[in-house]
């Protein structure tokens, strides 16, 4: 799909349709909306008086002009309160109409600046607003099926403006949101891919290519690397496995000064059986997405490179699978991480905390201004809270509130849990320095204290997606499957983090 801005107007250009925002309680029609009524013999003003049109957020109603205009059809999307417009509504909005339109077979689509200008939202926001909620809303995971699908996929989508002055804006917010959605697609992509395709080294070989392709260094460990630097709690994990292991690191350099600003670390575990620990069979399919952090954190850094951000930035992903074998790791077993400090193995499942363990101290030996991890990390999390918000656990507030803030503005929601000191007594070990699980309760916030040991003084977030990283059904622009996130918060962050530096 090509998504531009040109000047121009709605009622004139001959499309498949065109779109236009509606808001509840509107008193009077704006110019373009009356305009495009009279042209269909008031059929708007009549949908509005019979309360078919409401403008609730999501509500889709599709006239077709009959002649009446050069488009074939009139799309008449809801956006709620106008004075409680935001991005988020734009975006969902957007997915809702064109999702209906796409199902009606139109290809060549146009869309008035939906919420330009209102609310405090400029033309950049609406542009990268309508962009994210076209190509998020659209996202189909197709790649395995032989067949064609019942639609046609729409070609293109033009953002018509009549004041030239805006298309700058609109163009900019084009592009970022491209950008953005696309990082946040590759992550779905990964997700959804099973695991007999997105084992270890092909996660190092996306990796690879993000790097030729946006110019980012990157550097691979072997297994005989990470013997060496003696990540004994990844190895543990990767050692049940026939898949070799790989230990990714994504280097973007956007600015001058050897000191890193942000390292992303992320969960990369192509599947997780739970290893001797063995999972339920009952949905273990799931785990073949246990690689989520991984892939968003890849996925951030290059859109940033994509980008050009004035920062400097890693990624880093330890990639295993958890099997049972001969010769997997079992419970009881203790291992030596890299920093030293030993771990006994209460349950092989708690896989994802000692490969993070390992990949925290690796990072530690750069000189790194902020950590963020992202993993799939726990069940007891999903529980906690739902599919709806991320969980944030931080040693540093002030990291938290930004990380949160980033959520709110992208659509994926993030709420903050307590790390008491408590918490941690519950990871305390008779045999060892620490042990690998804190027992069922409070599991998500024992799970984040075992981290916390690995970060020291770091200003450090860690960010449980165990919930949010799939869903079972269609919500707004996510769709069933993987949701992409937290792609496009890490990256709001790390450009919230560009314009208070300045360039
Ligand atoms: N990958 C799982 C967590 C998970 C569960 C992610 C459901 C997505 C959906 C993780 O490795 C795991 O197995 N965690 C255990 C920890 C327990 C053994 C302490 C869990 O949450 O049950
Ligand atoms: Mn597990
Ligand atoms: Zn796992």
Excluded at 156 to 164: H, M, S, V, Y
């Amino acid at each position: 799909m090509e998504i531009k801005a040109i000047s121009g107007k709605l009622s004139k250009i001959q499309v498949d349709a065109i779109i236009i925002g509606y808001f509840e309680g509107m008193e009077n029609l704006t110019a373009t909306i009356s305009g495009i009524d009279k042209a269909l013999n008031g059929v708007i003003t009549e949908l509005i008086t019979q309360k078919e049109i409401k403008g609730k957020v999501n509500e889709v109603n599709i006239i077709r002009t009959l002649n009446k205009l050069p488009a074939s059809r009139v799309a008449i999307v809801g956006l709620g309160k106008r004075n409680n417009l935001t991005p988020e509504k734009v975006r969902t909005a957007t997915a809702a109409v064109l999702r209906q339109l796409r199902k009606q077979g139109a290809l060549d689509i146009a869309t008035a600046a939906l919420g330009m200008d209102i609310a405090g939202i400029s033309s950049e926001q609406s542009a990268w607003a309508i962009a994210e909620g076209a190509i998020l809303g659209l996202y189909s995971y197709r790649k395995h099926m032989t067949g064609d699908p019942d639609y046609e996929e729409v070609k293109q989508l033009t953002i018509i403006e009549a004041n030239e002055a805006k298309l700058d804006g609109l163009k900019a917010g084009i592009h970022k949101g491209e950008i953005t959605a696309e990082a946040c697609i590759l992550t779905r992509d990964m997700v959804n891919e099973p695991s007999n395709y997105m084992t270890p080294s092909s996660m190092a070989a996306t990796a690879k290519n993000l790097a030729e392709a946006y110019g980012l260094k990157i550097n691979i460990l072997e297994r005989e690397q990470m013997q060496e630097l003696k990540m004994g709690a990844l190895l543990g994990v990767s050692q049940g496995s026939d898949r070799p292991p790989k230990f990714i690191t994504l280097r973007y350099h956007g600015k001058e000064s050897e000191k890193i600003d942000v390292a992303l670390v992320g969960k990369g575990i192509t599947f997780d059986s739970g290893g001797i620990s063995i999972k339920p069979s009952d949905g273990m399919g799931e785990m073949k997405g246990d690689m989520a952090g991984g892939a968003s954190v890849m996925s951030a850094i290059s859109a940033i490179a994509r980008l050009k951000e004035e920062i400097n930035v890693i990624a880093v992903i330890p990639a295993t699978e958890n099997m049972p074998s001969g010769s997997a790791f079992k419970p009881g077993d203790i291992l030596t991480s890299m920093n030293g400090k030993t771990i006994e193995i209460i349950s092989t499942d708690a896989e994802g905390r000692l490969i993070l363990a390992d990949a925290l101290a690796y990072t530690k030996t750069f000189d790194v201004k902020y950590i963020i991890d992202v993993a799939t990390l726990t069940g007891a999390c999903h529980i906690a809270l739902g599919d709806v918000c991320t969980g944030v656990f931080t040693n540093n507030q002030k990291l938290a509130d930004k990380i949160v803030a980033a959520g709110n503005n992208t659509g994926e929601p993030m709420w903050q849990m307590p790390m008491f000191d408590v918490y941690k007594e519950l990871n305390k070990s008779d045999v060892a320095d620490i042990k690998n699980t804190g027992g069922r309760w409070g599991g998500a916030i024992t799970a984040a204290k075992f981290l916390g040991e690995f970060v020291g003084e770091t200003p450090w977030a860690h960010l449980d997606i165990a919930g949010t990283s799939t869903l079972e059904k269609d919500r707004g622009y996510f769709l069933r499957g993987a949701t992409g996130i937290p792609t496009r918060t890490l990256i709001s962050f790390i450009l919230s983090l560009v314009k208070k530096t300045g360039k």
